[in-house]
């Protein structure tokens, strides 16, 4: 499967943004889906997740009450929504999918097989 994120930009703190994440080339609902993130000079981590189905998600704590992951499998297509952006939330966002036929949802990036190109979103002061 090959992943397409869009939707990143500069925002001031507090702000919103509402990052997309198309996928193509095989049956989108047989994935689970998940959003990470890399700052400048650091590692790259989880940040949210959600199974095929969509009822099931998990998020970062740094992120939890702030951002929503969704999907539309009719628009093979996974939403990352941020709301009251912080500087700290300064990365280059990236989707990942991984096949998730159990309805589990994935933190790890070990788990997932397939990477989007990356997102840039900065949040001013």
């Known amino acids: 499967v090959q992943l397409q994120a869009s939707g990143g930009g500069l925002v001031q703190a507090g702000g919103s943004l509402r990052l997309s994440c198309v996928a193509s080339?095989?049956?989108?609902?047989?994935?689970?889906m998940g959003w990470f993130r890399q700052a400048p000079g650091k590692e790259r981590e989880f940040v949210a997740a959600?199974?095929?189905?969509?009822?099931?998600?998990y998020y970062a704590d740094s992120v939890k009450g702030r951002f929503t992951i969704s999907r539309d499998n009719a628009k093979n297509t996974v939403y990352l929504q941020m709301n009251n952006l912080k500087p700290e939330d300064t990365a280059v966002y990236y989707c990942?999918?991984?096949?998730?036929?159990?309805?589990?949802?994935?933190?790890?990036?070990?788990?997932?097989?397939?990477w989007g190109q990356g997102t840039l979103v900065t949040v001013s002061s």
């Open positions: 080339g095989r049956t989108f609902s047989n994935y689970a």
């Open positions: 959600i199974n095929w189905s969509g009822r099931s998600t």
């Open positions: 990942a999918a991984t096949v998730g036929y159990s309805g589990n949802v994935y933190q790890r990036q070990d788990d997932y097989d397939y």
